[in-house]
């Protein structure tokens, strides 16, 4: 709060992304992942949020479950969406 006005201060966006982690679920040599990629940098880039990517081909449980769905994107561990990334969705999940 603060003091003089009695008002709550306004939380900083740019803190809370820097606390999320996004996750890119793919494979190599697919497309798609890659379209997913370059918008999660982008986006990650302006929010401060961290971001990781994980290869099917290397996870069996990550293989049987996102199989018919990559690119696969989480955010903090929850999906957020799959195939096509949309840059204002993902932004705006973030706080950005």
């Given at each position: 709060m603060d003091g003089m006005f009695g008002r709550a201060k306004k939380k900083d966006p740019a803190a809370d992304a820097a606390a999320r982690t996004v996750t890119l679920i793919g494979k190599p040599g697919c497309h798609?992942?890659?379209d997913a990629r370059a918008v999660i940098e982008a986006?990650?880039?302006e929010t401060?949020?961290?971001w990781?990517?994980?290869?099917i081909t290397e996870d069996?449980?990550?293989h049987r479950a996102y199989w018919e769905q990559i690119p696969v994107v989480l955010v903090d561990g929850e999906q957020h969406t799959f195939w096509r990334v949309d840059a204002g969705r993902l932004r705006r999940e973030?706080?950005?």
């Open positions: 798609l992942c890659d986006v990650c880039a401060g949020a961290r990781e990517e994980k290869d069996e449980e990550l973030l706080g950005g």
